[in-house]
């Protein structure tokens, strides 16, 4: 037999004013299994919870129903209550008599009845709750930063120096990611390589940072503060720790006339290289798809020539498996590929380059020296065409959003011609100039003003080659539409930036979501822009949507945050209304048949299969398992289990049946 | 093999050719064209212009008499009249209560069944896989292929190869054995209907097109639409002026160009209705590469104009 | 003769419908005291045999709301219920029972006369078509309590 | 005749399989399920058109699994439940030996879930169109007549849980039917539990239904049980593309989603 505790708040006049409060105290304190009940003007007061916690004692009460104001507001004040009166927390519900019934109705017996009835549903329902004790979670405080961008280092520098482990992967030979590429940044101008190189050997040398380059993650196990990763380290066909870096093989390599991917095909690299001069590591790897060894058996120049005797041709990819508690994703964006752009003969046409190749001709350590020359000959271009929105904003080619980095960066790409070529004149085609940020909008004054960059507002419907120039024909949206042809010795796209080539793959490894343009989505686009939907696993920089250097470096601090947060305590608390599969005696286990329909609804991937086996070590059953450290309680699963064989604490099956007998059974 | 077939006022008047070459070229393969029983007018420019439901049910009666018959296919081979079926099947098919509309307003059911085929599309469907092993003289030109703006859009409707920088007649052109070139104003506008109104705006247009192609070292402009011709073709002498040159190199239909391609001789294809003559330069023969039996060689390419 | 004052039932999701009915109650927006909520934590939750009960147990009409579509707190929870309703709606019609007597809505947490008007709605639509016969007759002709063996 | 027989027979010798599920003649000559384990029970093992019975009904039930590998005589509704089985992680690949029983006569192994895929491609596995008629003529009546329809049908009903049995898909250790904390279905067969009960088995099997007709055909009440799963699915492959029973590794169409599902009853 229950004894539960009714306590009827007036909250002043909000609820007594159309609700009779002793008389719904008084009506429910008849109810099989209400041992006390009594109302009062201000239960959320000091005196309120006195009276709460002082009830529970004297009458040994084993449930407590408050109805008052809504539970989203005072559940957890009236729990925290319970719990210090020494009742488990979970056994207190609230019934919402003042948002719910006493503000939105007249002051009539219909309103107080409603309000009986909703009191008397919750003491049904306590009558079936459980004590529940939160679930612990151990937390192992090591994080994993997929990525060497600026973002990724951002992070793992953050994380680092609160004093947890970090473990970095990233795929290319060296980090540094996008932004080692580029020349100069907007909208301070200051030299990318100079700000972000120091930050790279800071990654290097700090004790809390392991770094493994040429490597990818291919399995993600485990959950929140739990996971189990699995990296491959591809083979670099060289002994790290011999190998100091001098550099010799490089030059010696016979083969040299592979196209650099650091330069965007600008430039060539042999086939053992080191992506570029400020690398960290600082050492070479073998391609070998190019090299001649690897190719045709024989060549071997790099062993010979290495004072170290560091290669080793014979060298097979390695397995990492490490144990970390959080993730942070910041595997960065890609730009769009040429055959997108048929119109602009991009792919065709040897002077119609993008964003990022004209970064590396504006770079100090270019292919040119910082010198801007076409790549069809390497004369100087007098006139210049930057196209704003190649291919973004464009719903007719499937990419509706804004890439948000071209407006500035193509400013910044017409200042930096205009500084090297000084009698050149450069254009702009954009749709609108999207400048908001510190210092944005006059950065792109002081292009179009004190250098004179010629805006055209329009789009450019086509470019093709005549006489050896580029005709540019677009229209002048400003000027009435009228059509411009200009004759241009080289473009500039200003192409899409995309998710990351494997981005998709990658998603579905980590378990988090991705939206239609395989970005990976964040938990929630305001409040939570650096989680993901996956417990543990967060975002930082441009795989999550497009974003400028502050903005990567921000979002990275803040995954960092959030990775710190998750490692300041020993274990992680989580409230325990989460589903569970029963489990019953053997033969039978579990109702649970394993038909696994349940997997797919679940949003947290917290259904697991769970292999029964007989003492013989052989597999007797296969049952669905909820992990409490993923489930988030949202109980979709429980609806969908024919069996019943699902439920979920809080909003049981037997909780939710009580209540509608309640309700509807007076 | 039986396919219907939708003239539309311009095969019957001014691109007698264009319908004598497309007749010539699906005879050579095989192909019936059944021209739908009292067909009607698309509507063309103006009905769009003036009456939405006139818009709609002129085409929607067309396709409405095409489904009686049990004709699953239509050619529509003038990019206008392909336009507006096109543009008008889109429409009732996005809207029931439309297409309930215009099916009382024609009297006919209509139920959205017949697909649509431009020209290419047709040549597409019914030709191509046929088309290489039919080449007895190889069509040997630089030609520039035009395509115009009624074929490709819109382009969220028509779904054309590549809205831009359309691909397809540039590689039948280049299966009759001729050399499509990369050139700029492959959907830039003729001028279109201002043909009669404003001759010296399509000069200039048009004017822009020739010029582009000439430069290019093109021997022949091949298109796909009686207004694209007409302009480019009858409006001549006024481009000539305009660009203060003497151009005259050919235009000539895919279907002539195909035709020519088969073996038809140019009487059948109507090449001597052209305004500009169509006097295509007679070149040595190349050898056609045949895995089985050796083809005719034939060692003239004579054109009677 | 008494006005009939039908029993509705609103099966609601924790953050989006209770969270907006709760707007309702601070705005002071008046509506009918017929209706009564049951919380959940996701539509997703809500099994289709909780309808067959409430129908069962004497319910008039039925209210089942949750977040819009893509703002569900779970992220999809809403999408699973969705199809279940599609479903479930068609089987209810192929068996002869009044689908008009359930009102499925989307009712957010900032749509608190949304909510409002949900409730009145339905409660005027309910009063209309009148109590729900059909089932209360086989409902009550069979009621004898089973239940109460599960009522310790 | 003898040369499924002889099939069997090597099947059971070579002990590719244990038992073999297929048909025999009982008394009066009617035809029910055999498990041929030996020789001589493979010997009555028969096969003509009147076997319409789908025997996948047997794959998972104790009695039939405990003998050992399984073989069976598979109709088209039985090739469909096995790939229904396999996406809900009931049968993997080669665990059964399908011998397909055609309508021509002749008998076709499926060695793998890929061919029987590729053969379900190719073959009509729509409902009957004096079923399709049923539904049709169903739901051309008026809500209450519905109502009244169903009623009386339910009223016949005595719980004997035949239909259950029958089905392949119903193969849950604990039926919700038998669960009792708390108790959703009513025990005893009045209206409401009948309905209850019903209507729970029909959203149990929406979207896994693969229209056998065994519920309907294993009733002694002659309730036209089938119709109500029949009749969901012509609804969700339309608004959601999917149909039971056509691959190994379908996904349930009640457990996926598309953000832009069609429905016009939500306000």
């Not at chain 1, 560091?310 to 993730?327: H, N, S, T, Y």
């Not at chain 1, 274990?571 to 033969?587: F, G, I, M, S």
Request: proline share 4%.
């Amino acid at each position: 037999m229950s004894r539960i505790g009714v306590f009827v708040c007036h909250c002043g006049e909000n609820i007594s004013a159309t609700v009779n409060c002793e008389k719904v105290a008084k009506i429910t304190g008849e109810l099989k299994g209400v041992e006390f009940s009594t109302d009062y003007k201000y239960m959320c007061s000091d005196p309120g919870q006195t009276l709460l916690k002082e009830a529970i004692k004297e009458h040994k009460l084993d449930g407590v129903v408050v109805a008052a104001c809504s539970p989203r507001m005072h559940e957890p004040t009236f729990r925290k209550a319970c719990a210090e009166a020494g009742l488990n927390p979970f056994l207190c519900e609230m019934s919402n008599i003042r948002e719910h019934c006493s503000w939105v109705h007249p002051k009539d017996d219909l309103t107080t009845e409603k309000a009986q009835d909703l009191v008397r549903v919750m003491v049904e329902k306590v009558k079936k709750n459980k004590a529940l004790n939160s679930i612990k979670v151990p937390v192992t405080k090591t994080a994993l930063v997929i990525g060497g961008g600026i973002a990724g280092i951002q992070a793992a520098l953050d994380i680092a120096n609160c004093g947890h482990k970090v473990i970095m992967v990233e795929k290319q030979p060296s980090i540094g990611g996008h932004m080692s590429q580029l020349s100069e940044t907007f909208p301070t101008l200051d030299c990318s390589q100079c700000i972000l190189t120091p930050r790279m050997v800071e990654v290097a040398q700090h004790p809390n940072i392991t770094l493994h380059t040429y490597s990818e993650v291919e399995v993600v196990d485990g959950f929140i503060g739990n996971f189990k990763v699995k990296i491959r380290k591809k083979s670099k066909s060289l002994d790290e720790h011999l190998c100091t870096g001098c550099g010799l093989c490089t030059t010696k390599c016979p083969q040299k006339k592979i196209p650099n991917e650091f330069e965007r095909g600008l430039g060539f690299r042999p086939a053992i290289y080191v992506p570029f001069p400020q690398a960290v590591p600082n050492k070479p790897v073998i391609d070998r798809e190019n090299c001649t060894y690897y190719i045709k058996g024989k060549c071997k120049v790099c062993e010979i020539v290495c004072p170290t005797k560091a290669i080793r041709f014979d060298q097979e990819d390695e397995i990492v498996e490490v144990a970390v508690g959080a993730i942070v994703l910041a595997t960065g964006f890609d730009v769009l590929q040429p055959d997108f752009f048929p119109e602009y003969g991009y792919g065709k046409y040897k002077d119609v380059i993008d964003g990022l190749q004209f970064e590396r001709l504006a770079s100090a350590s270019g292919p040119t020296q910082g010198q801007i020359r076409r790549p069809s000959d390497g004369k100087e271009p007098k006139k210049i065409v930057f196209v704003a929105c190649a291919g973004s904003r464009d719903p007719a080619k499937g990419i509706e959003y804004c890439s948000k980095i071209c407006c500035m960066y193509t400013a910044k790409h017409a200042m930096l011609y205009k500084h090297k070529v000084h009698d050149g004149t450069p254009y702009v085609f954009y749709m609108d100039i999207r400048a908001g940020g510190k210092m944005y909008e006059e950065f792109v004054r002081r292009t179009i003003v004190e250098d004179g960059t010629h805006y055209v507002r329009g789009r450019v419907s086509t470019i093709y080659e005549k006489n050896g120039k580029l005709i540019v024909r677009g229209a002048d949206t400003l000027m009435g539409g009228i059509p411009i042809e200009i004759e241009a010795d080289m473009v500039v796209l200003a192409t899409a930036g995309v998710a990351n080539k494997g981005a998709e793959e990658l998603a579905q490894t980590v378990h988090v979501s991705y939206d239609s343009y395989k970005f990976f989505a964040e938990a929630h686009p305001k409040l939570k822009p650096v989680e993901t939907n996956t417990a543990g696993i967060f975002l930082a920089g441009a795989c999550q949507a497009p974003k400028d250097i502050p903005e990567s470096v921000a979002a990275a601090s803040g995954a960092a945050v959030k990775v710190a947060a998750l490692f300041s305590n020993d274990e992680l608390t989580r409230d325990p209304l989460v589903a569970l599969v029963n489990r019953q005696p053997a033969p039978v286990f579990s109702t649970c048949v394993g038909c696994f329909l349940c997997q797919s609804v679940c949003p947290y991937q917290a259904i697991e299969r769970e292999e029964i086996k007989n003492r013989n070590g052989e597999v007797i059953k296969t049952l669905a398992r909820v992990n409490e450290g993923l489930c988030q309680g949202c109980g979709t699963c429980v609806a969908l289990c024919r069996t019943k064989a699902i439920d979920i604490h809080g909003y049981s099956n037997q909780q939710v049946y009580t209540e509608i007998m309640a309700l509807l059974n007076d | 093999m039986k396919v219907g077939f939708y003239p539309g006022c311009s095969m019957k008047g001014g691109a007698r050719e264009y319908q004598e070459s497309v007749s010539a070229l699906a005879k050579v393969f095989d192909i019936e064209l059944v021209e739908i029983p009292d067909w009607n007018c698309c509507g063309a420019t103006a009905a769009h212009n003036l009456n939405k439901e006139l818009s709609l049910s002129l085409p929607a009666r067309i396709m409405a008499l095409a489904e009686r018959e049990g004709i699953s296919d239509i050619v529509v081979p003038c990019a206008a009249c392909y336009n507006r079926l096109s543009i008008v099947k889109h429409e009732l098919e996005a809207d029931k209560s439309l297409s309930t509309r215009v099916a009382s307003i024609i009297d006919l059911k209509y139920e959205g069944t017949t697909q649509i085929l431009n020209i290419i599309q047709f040549i597409d469907k019914y030709i191509t896989d046929r088309l290489e092993e039919k080449v007895v003289k190889p069509f040997d030109y630089k030609a520039a292929c035009y395509y115009g703006c009624l074929l490709v859009r819109p382009h969220s409707i028509l779904k054309f190869d590549r809205v831009e920088d359309p691909q397809s007649m540039d590689v039948l052109v280049k299966k009759a054995g001729g050399d499509a070139i990369d050139w700029a104003y492959k959907t830039e506008c003729c001028g279109a209907g201002m043909s009669v109104s404003r001759t010296d705006t399509v000069a200039r247009l048009s004017g822009n097109i020739m010029k582009d192609a000439v430069d290019r070292a093109a021997e022949v402009v091949v298109v796909a639409c009686p207004m694209c011709h007409s302009n480019l073709d009858m409006r001549r002498p006024e481009i000539n002026k305009f660009l203060n040159e003497k151009i005259d190199i050919p235009i000539l239909y895919i279907s002539q160009v195909l035709g020519l391609a088969v073996g038809l001789d140019a009487k059948t294809l109507g090449l001597n209705r052209h305004m500009t003559e169509v006097n295509l330069p007679v070149k040595p023969v190349r050898e056609i590469p045949v895995a089985k039996e050796p083809k005719k060689v034939v060692n003239t390419q004579k054109l009677e104009a | 003769m008494q006005e009939f004052e039908p029993k509705i039932v609103a099966f609601v999701c924790n953050w989006c419908t209770y969270a907006g009915a709760d707007l309702t109650g601070t705005s002071r927006i008046k509506y009918s005291a017929n209706v009564k909520i049951i919380r959940f934590p996701c539509t997703g939750r809500i099994d289709f045999m909780i309808l067959m009960k409430a129908f069962e147990n004497g319910a008039d009409g039925i209210i089942v709301s949750g977040c819009h579509p893509n703002d569900c707190h779970y992220s999809t929870g809403n999408f699973h219920a969705r199809r279940r309703w599609i479903v479930f709606r068609n089987l209810l019609n192929f068996t002869g029972i009044d689908t008009e007597r359930i009102q499925f809505s989307w009712v957010s947490a900032a749509e608190g006369f949304k909510w409002a008007d949900v409730v009145n709605n339905t409660v005027k639509k309910i009063k209309e078509i009148g109590p729900y016969e059909n089932y209360k007759k086989i409902a009550v002709s069979t009621l004898f309590n089973e239940e109460g063996a599960s009522n310790e | 005749m003898s040369e499924l027989i002889k099939k069997v027979k090597a099947l059971l010798n070579d002990k590719t399989i244990n038992v073999f599920v297929g048909y025999e003649k009982g008394s009066a000559d009617r035809i029910r399920a055999c498990f041929a384990r030996n020789e001589a029970q493979a010997n009555k093992v028969f096969f003509d058109a009147s076997c319409t019975q789908n025997l996948a009904g047997y794959l998972l039930k104790h009695e039939v699994k405990h003998f050992g590998k399984l073989g069976i005589l598979a109709n088209v509704a039985a090739l469909r439940s096995i790939m229904q089985l396999a996406s809900e992680f009931q049968i993997k690949d080669g665990e059964v030996y399908v011998l397909f029983a055609n309508p021509d006569g002749t008998f076709v192994e499926f060695n793998d879930f890929h061919s029987i895929e590729a053969y379900l491609q190719t073959t009509d596995t729509g409902i009957k169109a004096e079923e399709q008629e049923r539904i049709a003529s169903l739901e051309a009546m008026s809500n209450n007549e519905r109502w009244l329809f169903w009623n009386k049908e339910f009223e016949k009903c005595i719980k004997c849980y035949a239909c259950r049995a029958a089905c392949p898909m119903c193969y849950c250790h604990r039926c919700t039917t038998d669960v009792n904390q708390p108790q959703w279905i009513p025990v005893a067969s009045h209206e409401r539990g009948n309905l209850d009960y019903h209507l729970m088995r029909a959203m149990h099997l929406a979207g896994r239904c693969v229209n056998c007709g065994e519920c309907a055909t294993a009733c002694p009440m002659d309730i036209p049980l089938n119709l109500l799963t029949y009749q969901l699915i012509s609804p969700i492959k339309e608004t959601f593309g999917a149909t039971a029973g056509m691959k190994a590794d379908a996904t349930y169409a009640l457990s996926t989603y598309k953000p832009d599902d069609k429905e016009n009853f939500i306000i």
